[in-house]
């Protein structure tokens, strides 16, 4: 079989390769290279739908099909309507953001999508069911399997199932995202409800779970329907589109490179952050990252991406926290939004805080359980230093 060469390969074309490729795209850095976009999936559907904030307009704003000036954040005791200025909650589906790509990406004719599943890497070289093909810089975002090892690390999943529900009768408060709704049978876990409205008459309505393990389908359903049943009470409506995602929130680092000539980008690459799952944001951070380096350096060989610094460290003691479940954990978001402004708890999960803001949040949470966590979780720093 021939080998056809190219100078960048995008092994998986979601939202991280298509976010890096069109931001090269726009700064010129594709001009005179050949480069190929391999996915098993034409994505021609909507297969996910992103949430997340920020402050301006961002690269993919074109995309966005709602934003909400107000969260509502709910818990037993305590429900309240908040404004998180500056930042705004955005939502894009997947469709949108996949053909805008695609329209960016089309301007240049040397850039070829072929769709095939991949099935390993021989140095630069990627190997799909039907071809080879050479790259001078791979970018793969196809999740690999990290060697787990549970006695120095967590392993967390965010799992939901989401409904976008539509009403006949205008019913949603449209203004407001439902961030967390946390006045739900917890079952000794992390569980909550999404209500995202994209219209009077159409919202996302989504169960989510931070556990270490699946549910079964029934389970999602029976929540979900219950908690729709709940809030609708007897309006009338149907089932528009429904989604399932798991999103992994480990703090064992995913390795940056599978080899000299492959870089992992994505979640593949641990775009995902460990204590939230939210992964948009550190996606468009990270191509931006990448994109200013290339725009100086022709690969990647002397490239060392931003730590995530202290921000690494509070995840790891959060995900203990959770897992040690001493305290409900919506008592911990719940200890973030009822006492300190919206911004806050937002800035600090886009890891954009500064050190005297951490101080501000890190107060709110119950002292003896956090101090616990973070003295054992800084003992297995020590040791992993150590090797
Ligand atoms: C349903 C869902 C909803 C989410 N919602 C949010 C959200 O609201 N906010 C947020 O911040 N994050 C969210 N995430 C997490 C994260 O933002 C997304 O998973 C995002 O798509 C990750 O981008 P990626 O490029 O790393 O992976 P993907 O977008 O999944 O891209 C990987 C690509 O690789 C392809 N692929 C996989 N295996 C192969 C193979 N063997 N051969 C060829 N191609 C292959 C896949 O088809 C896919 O297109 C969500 C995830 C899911 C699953």
Redesign the pocket.
Known sequence: MSTNNYDYIF???????LSLLVRMQKEGLLRDKKVLV????P?VHN??????WEEKEGLFESCVIKSWDKIRFASPGYDAKLNPQPYKYKMIR?LAFYQYCKDVISQNSNIHFVQ????HFENDVVV?SQGRYKGSLIFN???QNLNKDESRYHYFLQH?KGKFIETEQPFFEEGVATLMDFTINQNNECRFMYVLPVSSTKALMEFTIFSENLLDDSEYETALNNYIAEKLKYHPYKIAEE?????PMYNQPFPKRLNANVFN????GG??KASS???????QEESKQLVAHLKKHPTLSNYNPKGKGRFQFFDDVFLRVLREKKVPAFYLFNCMFRKLPAYLPLKFLNEETSMLEDLKILRVFPRMVFMKAAIGEFLKLRVRRAE
């Open positions: 092994a998986g074309g979601g939202a991280a390769a391999i996915d098993k999936d994505k297969d996910r739908t992103w949430c997340f997947s095939d599943a991949i099935l799909t975002s196809i999740l939901f989604e399932f995602g798991v999103i980008i994505g979640t593949n775009a995902s799952g939210f992964t948009f944001h550190f996606i």
